[in-house]
């Protein structure tokens, strides 16, 4: 490594043109890890070309080496990256070689969708901290892609800096020339600054990637395995001042679900409004962002489910305020490799939540979103190694009928701190979250008056980072009404209720506490061979979701996984990994409620098809479902097989199929489920992508919960289930039209129908843990007769014109369209009269024209 100190020593006491000389055997060295900016004394014109006195007098590095899909082998074709700077920007000129440039693939796309193109990307760690940083990625034809790192492997795709890239494609390959602003980076108040940093290319006609230094994929982690970027000098950190006012115009027109005759079926209404966007530097190092009256009309609409368990549906945040910088404020909770299902102690979007008393006091006309009134959130290092954020959050109160309470006035808190020890390999992290009502007498017997969360974790990394332990302690207290809190032992995270639970339901707390706790070791480098093993815990009064995400308290979980993995090309294929994996579940108490194993094959071919395929053997014999009941007792469950496979075609390809089946097979045969989810992905042409998508799956179900019935005369309380005939289909489409690299359009439809009937009712015996499945059921008919069922019909879609007329600057033109129908009787008819009574029904339109303007 001698020969990378003596270069930097020289970058310091040389001039410029001196300098390259000197210093290029160092940098064309395929082993180094150190690479060297020289200042410009006249900045770049970003066009592309290495004509610029400042090019002539910057050090090439040319020292890339394979990493995919084989690593350390020398390149088809040569890169060569350049490095320059002046008071106010980072500048990087990358050449990439290609002998016939007229097949380097290109495609137009908006900004942060890739498509089957070439691509080069540079990689910024201002802090050198190894576990942060930002991705600037563009394409032949100058599509922009741009991340946020963090946890060193980890990507905020919401992420969209201020920064310039020109390409060209000339005789030679082709070319990319960057202007990042220092005011888009983090980095210490330093008079020489050791930025990370890295280049990668991809040839995608070849699927060849190249970087660097050399990237390892058996290692662990992303932004630890980048290089140094020495000899920046003498520049002041950027206190941002960034403003985005926008002004938002909206027209809605929504259906009644009923109305009197000759009254309009549809309520109409236009609206006005104004927000912005603040981004202020406070200190070079701290950063506080905030929203005012934000509007997320431009979002995308979740995916329309029918949710018949006991659980909440997890849907993913898309509003860009909540999701940039999400990484610090993430604190997963129930999370390994085994299983990882989005639970965690801060769910953002429980802020601006659908009113939770919409089904109480609210009617077709009673607005069905909480608004937020502002938001910020204060991100940044102190002391070169502390990590801190801090996010507060308040909306308003939302009337229902009558001026009666949906959702009241609430205030959300997020506090987070993660210290970095030994060089980001061992990090010491904290929360605390706390949500404060106003409550009134509407929904003060519903709604828990204030609840607070807090945990600490760490997470240690050794031997180069090949293996890993974590541990994580976390507790909660929600207070509230003796109603409210009495709502929150029954509700089905808890079920203090069941007669066999032993827990201790008490109708007149008035508040309730819980802890849990996580540990994991585990095995994430090397070449073959990863493997890791994790516990965690939750008591029965752990409650976090009044901003975290919890499925369901009085938990125990013990999980095992070993991965196998293939890195190196064979004739068969590229890459190739192998997992099994065993876990357990049981109650606080020690009533064991599942146990599986699971195995799950990937491949990728030399023709670059994925394949994939598992399956799970779970419930075995021994398991009882505590929750199934909803508040009953416990019974016994039957094995269940699950199985699925899955072949995607070539992404290179201008028509790329793919086809996922899955299926299952429970209660010693008289439950069983298949579904299929075929897709075709187009690219007519450079600038229009279509993806069409189905989804179909038919469930019989003999097991099903169908609701709890309280006899009046004996109080005695009957837990009935009933076999479920199920089939549901989706059809999905994706239209995606870019006429430039900041002029796009998309079209999302999704319509959706799935119905079901109840046959065969059935309530609990007396005993629900025997042995024979027969024997956990006797008949019951409730008074509404022994069938039931349901036929659900919706249709999401969304219009959006995007146009970044300057940068950070947008201007957006949407229309959201919806239909809902519901019918509480089985239909017996195909899905062709289904899906023609679907755009029958009455439309919800939106109508929104959004225009941002962006000032520094």
């Known amino acids: 490594m001698r020969p990378n100190v003596l270069a930097v020593v020289l970058c310091a006491a040389l001039p410029a043109v001196t300098l390259r000389a000197q210093v290029n055997a160092a940098i064309t060295d395929p082993s180094s890890q150190v690479t060297s900016a020289v200042r410009a004394q006249v900045p770049p014109v970003i066009d592309g070309r290495e004509d610029d006195a400042a090019w002539k007098g910057a050090p090439a590095n040319s020292a890339f080496l394979e990493f995919s899909p084989t690593k350390g082998k020398d390149p088809r074709y040569k890169t060569e990256f350049k490095v320059t700077y002046d008071d106010r920007n980072l500048y990087v000129f990358v050449r990439a070689y290609d002998p016939h440039p007229d097949s380097i693939m290109t495609a137009l796309t908006r900004r942060d969708v890739r498509g089957p193109s070439d691509q080069i990307k540079v990689v910024v760690d201002g802090y050198r901290d190894r576990r942060s940083g930002f991705e600037m990625a563009v394409n032949p034809?100058?599509?922009?892609?741009?991340?946020?790192?963090?946890?060193?492997?980890?990507?905020?795709?919401?992420?969209?800096?201020?920064?310039?890239?020109?390409?060209?494609?000339?005789?030679?390959?082709?070319?990319?020339?960057?202007?990042?602003?220092?005011?888009?980076?983090?980095?210490?108040?330093?008079?020489?600054q050791v930025f990370g940093f890295a280049i990668w290319r991809d040839i995608e006609r070849y699927k060849e990637r190249t970087s660097w230094p050399l990237y390892d994929q058996t290692k662990s982690g992303f932004s630890s395995q980048i290089g140094e970027l020495h000899g920046i000098r003498d520049i002041a950190p950027f206190h941002r001042r960034e403003i985005v006012p926008y002004l938002v115009a909206k027209t809605t027109n929504t259906?009644?679900?009923?109305?009197?005759?000759?009254?309009?079926?549809?309520?109409?209404?236009?609206?006005?409004?104004?927000?912005?966007?603040?981004?202020?530097?406070?200190?070079?190092?701290?950063?506080?962002?905030?929203?005012?009256?934000?509007?997320?009309?431009?979002?995308?609409?979740?995916?329309?489910?029918?949710?018949?368990?006991?659980?909440?549906?997890f849907f993913q945040e898309r509003r860009p305020f909540f999701v940039e910088g999400t990484g610090l404020y993430n604190y997963g909770l129930n999370c390994s490799v085994v299983n990882c299902n989005g639970e965690g102690l801060f769910y953002s979007r429980r802020i601006g939540r659908s009113p939770q008393l919409l089904g109480l006091y609210a009617d077709d006309a009673s607005p069905n979103v909480s608004p937020i009134l502002g938001a910020a959130k204060l991100t940044g290092r102190v002391h070169g190694t502390l990590n801190v954020g801090a996010l507060e959050a308040m909306t308003g109160r939302v009337e229902g009928t009558g001026d009666r309470t949906t959702e009241p006035r609430t205030?959300?808190?997020?506090?987070?701190?993660?210290?970095?020890?030994?060089?980001?390999?061992?990090?010491?992290?904290?929360?605390?979250?706390?949500?404060?009502?106003?409550?009134?007498?509407?929904?003060?017997?519903?709604?828990?008056?204030?609840?607070?969360?807090?945990?600490?974790?760490?997470?240690?990394?050794?031997?180069?980072?090949?293996?890993?332990?974590?541990?994580?302690a976390m507790g909660s207290d929600v207070t509230g009404s003796a109603a409210s809190i009495a709502r929150t032992q029954t509700s089905s995270v808890h079920l203090y209720q069941r007669p066999d639970g032993g827990l201790d339901y008490d109708p007149t707390r008035t508040s309730l506490a819980g802890d849990a706790e996580e540990f994991s070791f585990g095995k994430f480098g090397g070449n073959m061979v990863h493997f890791q093993t994790s516990y965690q815990r939750q008591s029965p009064g752990f409650e976090i979701n009044d901003l975290g995400f919890l499925r369901r308290a009085n938990q125990m979980s013990f999980n095992n996984w070993m991965g196998l993995n293939w890195n190196k090309p064979t004739k068969l294929y590229r890459r190739a990994s192998w997992n099994f994996n065993a876990w357990s579940y049981w109650t606080a108490a020690g009533l064991r409620t599942d146990q599986a194993v699971n195995s799950n094959f990937n491949g990728q071919l030399q023709n670059n098809m994925f394949v994939n395929g598992g399956f799970t053997l779970s419930q075995?014999?021994?398991?009882?479902?505590?929750?199934?009941?909803?508040?009953?007792?416990?019974?016994?469950?039957?094995?269940?097989?699950?199985?699925?496979?899955?072949?995607?075609?070539?992404?290179?390809?201008?028509?790329?199929?793919?086809?996922?089946?899955y299926g299952g097979r429970g209660d010693y045969g008289a439950s069983h489920y298949v579904g299929a989810s075929p897709e075709l992905s187009m690219l007519p042409f450079s600038q229009l992508q279509v993806v069409l998508s189905l989804d179909w799956s038919k469930n019989t179900d003999d097991s099903q919960w169908?609701?709890?019935?309280?006899?009046?005369?004996?109080?005695?309380?009957?837990?009935?289930?009933?076999?479920?005939?199920?089939?549901?289909?989706?059809?999905?489409?994706?239209?995606?039209?870019?006429?430039?690299?900041t002029l796009s359009f998309q079209l999302y439809a999704a319509p959706f129908v799935s119905r079901g009937q109840y046959t065969n009712m059935r309530e609990l015996s007396a005993t629900p843990r025997a042995t024979r499945y027969q024997d956990r059921y006797v008949t019951y008919t409730p008074s509404s007769g022994g069938t039931a069922g349901f036929d659900v019909q919706q249709l999401r879609s969304n219009s959006v014109l995007r146009w970044e007329f300057r940068p950070g600057s947008t201007l957006f033109a949407v229309w959201t369209h919806g239909r809902d129908g519901f019918d509480?009787?089985?239909?017996?008819?195909?899905?062709?009269?289904?899906?023609?009574?679907?755009?029958?029904?009455?439309?919800a339109n939106t109508f929104l024209v959004k225009m941002a303007y962006w000032m520094d």
């Open 706 to 741: 169908f609701n709890n019935f309280t006899d009046a005369a004996t109080g005695k309380v009957h837990y009935t289930f009933a076999h479920l005939e199920q089939e549901t289909q989706g059809v999905g489409m994706r239209v995606s039209y870019t006429a430039t690299p």
């Open 620 to 661: 075995l014999p021994g398991s009882y479902c505590d929750n199934c009941s909803r508040g009953g007792p416990a019974f016994r469950r039957s094995p269940l097989l699950n199985w699925n496979a899955g072949l995607q075609g070539d992404d290179r390809r201008h028509v790329q199929p793919s086809l996922f089946v």
């Open 411 to 472: 205030n959300y808190t997020v506090l987070r701190a993660q210290q970095d020890l030994r060089k980001g390999e061992t990090s010491i992290g904290f929360i605390a979250t706390g949500v404060n009502r106003t409550l009134d007498q509407w929904s003060e017997n519903f709604l828990r008056r204030a609840a607070y969360a807090g945990g600490a974790n760490l997470r240690h990394r050794w031997s180069k980072n090949l293996f890993e332990v974590t541990a994580s």
């Open 255 to 313: 259906p009644f679900t009923s109305h009197a005759p000759g009254s309009s079926a549809f309520q109409q209404s236009a609206k006005l409004s104004a927000g912005a966007d603040v981004k202020l530097g406070l200190t070079p190092n701290l950063t506080l962002d905030a929203t005012v009256n934000p509007d997320f009309g431009q979002v995308e609409a979740d995916p329309s489910v029918v949710n018949l368990t006991a659980f909440e549906s």
């Open 824 to 843: 509480p009787a089985f239909p017996n008819r195909g899905f062709t009269d289904e899906y023609r009574d679907l755009f029958a029904l009455h439309p």
């Open 141 to 192: 034809v100058g599509v922009k892609r741009d991340y946020a790192m963090y946890n060193d492997q980890d990507e905020d795709q919401s992420w969209d800096g201020i920064w310039d890239v020109a390409t060209k494609i000339d005789s030679l390959g082709w070319t990319a020339e960057y202007r990042i602003p220092f005011s888009q980076l983090r980095y210490s108040n330093k008079s020489e």
